[in-house]
């Protein structure tokens, strides 16, 4: 199979998948291990697809569960007519505690609340956790055990991240001025020191996420609770995909 024809099938996978597709995915189209191209062929062909979409509407992505064929952002004015559905609205409190999750994992309820100097609804807690954009690592080792939160790979394919180092700075969110004075970051150098005397990561994180994981909390993941969402105020728009 010469590169030209495998751009071709990969193009066509991506288009037709709907969800980002991971290169074990892509290289799983044609086979077993051993009819399957080499990574590296792989590889070489997702970045030839970035190249011929450069300067178009569509582009490839490369997100946190793998590669994907999108939008651009700078299309979403002249498409939203063409989107029945209209995007979730969530309200500030939820991005606030979103962007607190993201930033400071893994954090409890409690830490959130006292953060942002109220307390946090259930709502939006469930809101979260049904959007998977949150899920529960584990439980602090205090009286009551309260569960500590992370975020997903969904939370960072809805908002077109690989990994967490891609979100923006606190600088970036001056928005959240009274918040993020309150979090605390380690500098990029601290980050990633952490993160190369961590062992291999898991799956379910990435980045930043798996040098705060090393701690000595008990990891015990438990699934979503069911509720209603939260009423809004604040939209987000995600990337439309093929």
């Known amino acids: 199979m010469d590169n030209s024809e495998l751009k071709h099938i990969i193009e066509a996978a991506l288009l037709a998948a709907g969800r980002p597709l991971s290169l074990d995915e892509l290289r799983g189209l044609f086979g077993g291990e051993r009819s399957a191209p080499p990574r590296q062929d792989v590889r070489a062909a997702l970045m030839a697809l970035q190249s011929d979409y450069d300067g178009r509407g569509l582009e490839v992505k490369e997100v946190a569960s793998g590669y994907r064929i999108q939008v651009r952002a700078a299309m979403a004015p002249w498409l939203a007519k063409l989107w029945e559905e209209r995007p979730p609205r969530y309200s500030r409190a939820l991005m606030e505690t979103l962007a607190i999750i993201a930033y400071r994992q893994p954090v409890t309820r409690g830490d959130v609340e006292e953060i942002r100097g109220v307390s946090v609804s259930t709502n939006i807690i469930r809101t979260l956790l049904e959007r998977a954009w949150i899920r529960v690592v584990g439980h602090r080792d205090v009286p009551g055990k309260p569960e500590m939160f992370g975020t997903t790979r969904e939370f960072l394919d809805y908002f077109g991240l690989k ?37 291999a990561p898991d799956d379910n994180v990435t980045s930043i996420e798996d040098a705060r994981a090393q701690t000595s909390e008990s990891v015990s993941p438990e699934p979503a609770v069911d509720g209603q969402e939260e009423q809004a105020t604040a939209t987000v728009v995600p990337l439309k995909t093929r």
């Open 163 to 199: 990994n967490l180092d891609q979100m923006p700075t606190l600088a970036e969110l001056k928005d959240l001025d009274p918040v993020h004075v309150q979090l605390e970051l380690p500098d990029v150098d601290e980050a990633a020191g952490e993160l190369a005397a961590s062992d």
